[in-house]
């Protein structure tokens, strides 16, 4: 519900004050095709509180929950158990208000817990380092861009076909205005990744290759070859992971030598919350800190020698470098950071490594169910718990159809890559410890009725 307390005349006085001419003129950048023309439908201009409150949750009530259905979607947002004491833990008042650390004297318990998130983080990514977390894994994809210009002094960036469409989206956004060029692929429905091509691409120009791991189709691949084909031309390797529990089963990026790590941690501690706010990763070897994104905690000790924790590096931040900083991200996402952090402690290595076994194992179920529907072809072999399958046909009315009987199928590639005909069979499947055999059958029986 808007609050306006502004009349008329204090609007046209600020807008003057701005030199614009209308509210509208602040909305220029947006593109006119995304921008209401009129107001939405269905809603009265005017109401009391009593009604507003009773239409939206009539409008709420027309929501499909995750958790009431048989739930396969993925690609980047992932449906896992969230244990209560998250939520429990970071509604606590010295945790729910908190806000930047700008004063680390009467900051140590969010500094404190910073320091351990960047400590899981980086053991997680298999860095050097990592920072106090990023708004989401698609602004912390571009960072790692940002700061690969900055290493290298070059402005060539090339980024895999098996690299998140919206992240990629995030990206061009971006370079708009910094003048990188972007060399963009889609990828293609086959068992193997795009690694040899990228090799092929990368010259003098180059300052870097970004690839997915697991990529968008689910495929796992050794990032070590394309590592060494980067720093041979002396560009840098970055890494994306949007589903971390994957890496309690496999190698993390670091060891297979990425400069960059960054990544989405939602499927940690945080709920799917019709899409945010997230949390982004961000790791890199020791080498590259100073030109890394974001803030970082540090260890010290007080002048009676207790251990404490202080903002270390802040060099992003517009109000320490100004025009010279890093980046303008102007905050982390400290509480997104702390669920991570809890859930992340909650497990320890033996709980997440479980987790990822049990994961692994229900997809494998899944996709050997999935493939013995007639018509339906699993197009990878190797995954972790997200895997793409062929249905001989367009996904996209079919993953409607489905939803109208309840069962969420998964994401079509004709909704992330619309009009390639190519990709428009593809349909991306996600298994977490959430989904029973129940689900697999349900989901199994719903698709031979709708491919019939």
Not at 7 to 17: F, G, I, K, P, Q
Not at 199 to 224: E, F, H, M, N
Not at 307 to 316: A, E, K, N
Not at 401 to 430: F, T, W
């Amino acid at each position: 519900m808007r609050y306006l307390p502004l009349t008329d005349h204090d609007r046209r006085a600020m807008l003057d004050v701005i030199g614009a001419g209308s509210i509208d003129d602040l909305f220029v950048d947006v593109p006119a095709a995304a921008r209401l023309a009129e107001p939405i439908a269905g809603l009265p201009m005017h109401a009391s509180e009593l009604s507003v409150e009773r239409h939206m949750t009539k409008l709420a009530r027309q929501n499909l929950s995750a958790g009431e259905a048989p739930f396969f979607l993925g690609c980047g947002a992932y449906r896992h158990h969230v244990p209560a004491s998250v939520d429990h833990l970071i509604q606590r008042g010295e945790f729910l208000t908190a806000y930047t650390p700008y004063q680390p004297e009467i900051a140590q318990g969010t500094l404190q817990m910073l320091f351990e998130f960047q400590t899981q983080v980086a053991r997680l990514l298999g860095t050097d380092v990592a920072n106090a977390s990023m708004y989401d894994g698609s602004t912390a994809c571009w960072e790692a861009i940002g700061m690969a210009r900055r290493i290298t002094k070059r402005g060539r960036a090339i980024l895999s076909g098996g690299l998140h469409p919206h992240y990629v989206s995030v990206a061009k956004t971006m370079a708009k205005y910094t003048g990188d060029a972007l060399d963009v692929s889609l990828p293609m429905l086959t068992a193997e990744g795009d690694l040899d091509a990228l090799i092929a691409k990368i010259d003098g120009d180059t300052s870097c290759v970004v690839v997915q791991y697991p990529d968008i189709l689910g495929r796992i691949a050794d990032l070590t070859p394309l590592a060494d084909a980067c720093h041979a031309n002396k560009a840098l390797l970055i890494a994306v992971v949007t589903e971390p529990v994957a890496l309690g089963a496999c190698r993390s990026p670091g060891e297979m030598d990425a400069d960059i790590v960054v990544g989405e941690g939602q499927s940690l501690g945080v709920g799917l919350q019709f899409g945010g706010p997230y949390v982004g990763l961000f790791g890199c070897k020791d080498k590259y800190v100073r030109q890394m994104p974001g803030r970082l905690c540090g260890e010290t000790v007080d002048a009676d020698g207790r251990r404490g924790f202080v903002l270390t590096l802040s060099t992003r931040e517009q109000h320490i470098r100004r025009e010279k900083a890093t980046s303008n991200i102007c905050t982390n996402s400290g509480l997104c950071a702390l669920a991570f952090s809890i859930h992340m402690t909650l497990l320890g290595e033996a709980g997440l490594r479980a987790l990822a076994a049990t994961n692994h194992a229900g997809a494998v179920a899944a996709a050997e169910r999935l493939a013995q529907v007639p018509g339906v072809s699993l197009v990878n072999d190797t995954f972790f718990n997200e895997f793409t399958l062929d249905l001989g046909r367009e996904a996209r009315p079919i993953v409607r159809a489905l939803a109208d009987k309840g069962v969420l199928a998964g994401v079509s590639l004709g909704r992330l890559y619309p009009g390639e005909q190519a990709l428009e069979n593809g349909l991306v499947v996600a298994v977490t410890e959430t989904t029973t055999p129940e689900d697999v059958e349900a989901l199994a029986t719903a698709l031979q009725a709708a491919l019939v």
